[in-house]
């Protein structure tokens, strides 16, 4: 089984659907994190997360909002999805030391008509 | 705010060595990683730089000057598989943010 899985894997909704995407985790990590892959544009960093009690805006964070359940569960949800939030999103976990490793889940692919 | 670049292309012959090359801005700079992402798959972590100078592991070999703040990833004795996308990203605001470059496509050809 993956250490971080990450549901749906593909996801086809319409415009002004509200849409999460979960990611739950067994490698015991506190560092949670998601981001949004679009071509050319490398992964960029949507919200973060260090613990339960703590969430930060990356460098992209309009139109979405997480929520950190547990330990190891970290969601992502587009309250009103719109087409130009069609992309490939991954989750990723580290530990709290400065490895510089991150391990992804294998991708939710969203497409907003 | 924190940017990164890297050339978005490169293409050598197998058996070549090939380097990419990544500068970086950021504050509270903690170090520099390199990952991996072959097509439809996730990154995987390559090598990770704290320190200045270069890291080797196995074919792969990466390098940081901090005062520069510049990188590079090594690969030697290219091979078919290593035709994917390399990034390079940084730990930023000590440690608390991590980001990633554009990307680099790898291409190698027989």
């Known amino acids: 089984d993956a250490d971080v899985t990450q549901t749906p894997r593909n996801r086809i909704t319409k415009t002004g659907k509200r849409i999460m995407l979960e990611c739950s985790q067994t490698k015991g990590h506190d560092r949670m994190y998601w981001y949004r892959q679009d071509p050319g544009l490398g992964l960029r960093l949507i919200y973060y997360?260090?613990?339960?009690?703590?969430?930060n805006k990356g460098e992209i964070s309009d139109g979405y909002s997480v929520s950190r359940q547990a330990q190891a569960k970290f969601s992502l949800s587009l309250e009103s999805a719109i087409p130009n939030q069609t992309a490939l999103y991954f989750c990723?976990?580290?530990?709290?030391?400065?490895?510089?490793?991150?391990?992804f889940g294998e991708g939710s692919r969203l497409t907003v008509l | 705010g924190q940017s990164l670049e890297q050339p978005s292309e490169v293409t050598a012959v197998e058996g070549a060595i090939v380097q990419i090359n990544c500068t970086y801005q950021t504050s509270g700079f903690y170090g520099l990683s390199w990952y991996q992402q072959h097509d439809g798959g996730a990154p995987t972590f390559l090598s990770y730089n704290a320190l200045d100078g270069l890291e080797e592991t196995g074919r792969f070999s990466s390098f940081l000057s901090r005062s520069d703040s510049y990188g590079y990833l090594l690969l030697q004795e290219l091979q078919m598989k290593d035709s994917a996308s390399y990034f390079c990203?940084?730990?930023?605001?000590?440690?608390?943010?991590?980001?990633f470059g554009p990307g680099t496509r790898l291409s190698v050809l027989p």
């Open positions: 990723a976990t580290r530990t709290g030391e400065n490895t510089g490793e991150l391990f």
């Open positions: 990203a940084v730990d930023d605001n000590y440690g608390q943010n991590f980001v």
């Open positions: 997360s260090f613990d339960v009690k703590d969430i």
